[in-house]
């Protein structure tokens, strides 16, 4: 439980939020008789970093016209419901007040404190909440990437696609290659290479909602992996479908009401970006791999773009709570958000719990939703912040909701991340100050809109389709495509879940990494990192794709140290007594023996199989043994059953003493 106290602050290095107003400033005034103190418990965070000319408030009953009327004859005008209706759905938006929210426009010479307590000063209104807006937390560069090192296929591993650039995605798999940073751990990564090579690349039932800039849906490396309303004719200025947005095609510009756009002169690409890590086109012979990207055969899980910054306005919670409910009613299964708002709220998950705010009821109603034939509802991922304050930030610290934190190359957390309460479990988010300084490629590398200026560049600054960016922006989107994996796989295996026990699983599925945080961490222009501040606050650990498949499975993990001989123990496949069987042999696969580099067969011996490997992967063993007896009975023979288990074993550069599971 998340019981720590919440500050809202600004999350993403890489976006330019700034305040929005969603329709111009009303002229109007207060009446003097309604000068009257708020009463304590009904207002949602407060003015600081909030729109000026807006509001929201939730009233107790639906359509309460007369409360209404009294809004409005207060003088203030342009009252509007905060939530499209969407027909079918009306039973859930009663079940989770989302009927009940109003946005409140009002004109710029009203003091906005003064607002808010007259609305909290009326009977029928339940809440009033500050409409916040999120900020940029960092200068928000991306850095141009021109191109793959050569023999890229050598150093992903020998992984089956062909992406050409794979190989400088680290976060994918991390060989420990020093030109990415002389301190980069071999296994610093999220294991999924061997997830792609044997269980699965995505399903495109899977929909992905990226809350953030808008994505550059026709970039080469990303169209064909985008979510598609095909009721909507494009760019005709026509809501064709009525469903009450026009040209979503492939998502909602909620900032302008309209089509998606990532070409204003002050975007960043962060969308694009992050939409990239989640779902690029895998093995399709350019750019770069997405974790559930496919494998080239139109299999990838697909991105809808929620836009709610553009340029330097949005961003503000009123466009975040529609775009939330928009990928609610169109079949995402998963938001990806990597944004947050900036000091406007203290409090605690019980007060949120017992009072409520509007994105905390869209969240609640998104994950109600179910969009998928795998779990009763759907998934909101967060990042966790990169302020390096010791608590995760709202909304990714409410209770309920997966918060991400960043490490880097060498498995250690990174200087910005947030850590500490609310926070789950960690993912790579790169890091710029690590030796050698300038190659910038212990940052993430994904899709960026040649559009955008990224530092470093050419003349322009622009025509770059790939880039490096860094933040819990970027982790973020590691853990939205690892659990679009997991039900992708859980699909192809026919397997369904309760909801809570799928964000279980997710959220146990990690490499811990205390064992790693010792003395300093050392940087290129900035001063050291302790890193004991960490022990035990980086959430469950390094989210492990490989370990969430198993999950799913139901075949529990071992872990193996990379590079020595060791005998792992059994017992959890084959019961207490699993040192007095007799065993009949292992078998493993060609390529499961070569994706981890075995020196020799491996073998059992006292109940522990035997093994030494060399490379960094996950990979499945079948072990088979006699029950009952010394040998198989049959014929004249009395003996006792032959019984298999399969075993699985990942790999990874240090070996935690619970084996992985946190």
Known sequence: MKTHRHIINGLCLAAVLAVSCETGPVPGGLSEDLHVPAPSGKIVHTKSGSDPSTVLFKLNTADDAASLAEIASSGLVNVSRLFNSTPGKEELEARFGLDR???????????????????????????????????????CIAYPYEGPEPDTKASTGGSDFNDPSLGDQWHYYNQGNASIATTARKGADIN????????????????????????????????DNMWTNTGEIPDNGIDDDGNGYVDDVHGYNFVTGGAIDWTDDEDTGHGTHCAGTIAAVNNNGIGVAGVAGGNGKGDGCRIMSCQIFSGSVGGSTSLTCKAIKYAADNGASIISCSFGYTSAYSSDNDYLAQVGSAEIDAIHYFEASCNNDVLDGNIAVFASGNDAHDYSHYPGAYNDIISVTAFGPDYLPTYYTNYGPGCNISAPGGEAYLAPWKTFKAMVLSTLPSEVTAHGATSSGKGFDYGYMQGTSMACPHVSGVVALGLSYARKLGKKFDRERFKDMVVSSANGMDQYLKGTKSYVGRPDLNLAQFYHKLGTGAIDAWQLMMQIEGIPCLTAELGRNQWLDLSDHFGSASTSLTYLGVEISEDDRAALGLAQDPYIEYGRLYIHPTKTGAAKFKVTAVGGGDVVGGGDNVGGMEISQEISVIVRSFSSSNGGWL
């Open 101 to 139: 929210w109003y946005v409140a426009q009002f004109g710029g010479t009203q003091d906005i404190d003064e607002v808010v307590n007259v609305l909290a000063s009326m009977a029928t209104v339940e809440l009033v909440e500050y409409n916040v807006v999120a900020t940029k937390a960092s200068d």
């Open 192 to 223: 999924v290479k061997d997830v792609w090579r044997e269980l699965t690349c995505g399903d495109p039932s899977i929909i992905i909602a990226v809350v953030d800039e808008g994505v550059k849906h026709t970039h080469p490396d990303l169209k």
